[in-house]
């Protein structure tokens, strides 16, 4: 039985995100479903791992965490010889790394996953998307691409040499904005359209995409 645990809904970003973090670090652990539909989350007993009633939380022993991105975090440190390295023992380097890890979730995110809910998961749900805000949130989103198309010019991962939890964090957002419209964006930035297959290409991805279709 393995004492690692991950509750959530592999159509969630941030499930998918610490998904894929464990899959990279080879870690053998449990997936626990929380069913999103009937309100699971907002429940016990996952709302005592996370009040918030928001997937993924994670256990691992006596301990608990949730936030996607705290639970990479955790996981990248505890444990570090295992698997893909995803942070650098450096501080300067890593003190790099965790800039991108902020730009991920200040600048890409906030703009990527909204469109996201627009373009993705509103015609899943049969809803209509709004074309205004796919508008205003594409222009936002370039904005931050040609940043990106500038630091992958000269790097080839955003961290720096290596790929690190600053690019795996992009991972769930990218996956579905390339199956939609603003697929584009990334497409005209050759740089950033590099990056996206190499990151997308990943087997640790790739399996995730799989866990998501069972
Ligand atoms: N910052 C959190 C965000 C978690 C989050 O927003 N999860 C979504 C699914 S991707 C959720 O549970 N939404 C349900 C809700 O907010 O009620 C993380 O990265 O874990």
């Not at 464990?22 to 996952?46: C, I, R, S, Y």
């Not at 990334?186 to 990943?202: G, M």
Request: charged residues 25%; negative net charge; hydrophobic residues 45%.
């Amino acid at each position: 039985m393995a004492c690692l645990k991950l509750y959530g809904s592999l159509m969630s970003t941030a499930t998918m995100r610490a998904t894929v973090c464990l899959v990279e670090k080879e870690l053998e652990f449990e997936f626990v479903p929380v069913n999103m539909a009937t309100g699971d989350h907002k429940k016990e007993p996952f709302i005592s791992l996370n009040p918030f009633g928001q997937v993924p939380a994670l256990e691992d022993g006596d301990l608990k965490l949730f936030d996607s991105r705290a639970i990479t975090n955790y996981i990248s440190h505890e444990y570090a010889g295992k698997g893909t390295d995803l942070i650098c023992r450096d501080s300067k380097k890593m003190a790099i790394v965790a800039v991108w890890m902020e730009v991920e979730a200040h600048q890409f995110d906030p703009e990527a996953s909204k469109l996201a809910w627009e373009l993705f998961y509103k015609p899943m749900f049969g809803l209509t998307t709004d074309p205004a805000a796919v508008t205003a949130l594409s222009e936002k989103l370039a904005k931050v691409l040609d940043v990106y198309e500038a630091r992958l010019a000269h790097n080839k991962y955003l961290g720096g040499d290596c790929f690190s939890l600053a690019d795996l964090h992009h991972l769930p957002c990218l996956n579905y904005l390339m199956k939609t419209q603003v697929k584009e964006l990334f497409d005209s930035r050759p740089h950033v359209s590099a990056w996206c297959q190499d990151i997308l290409a990943r087997p640790a991805w790739i399996k995730v995409v799989e866990m998501q279709k069972k």
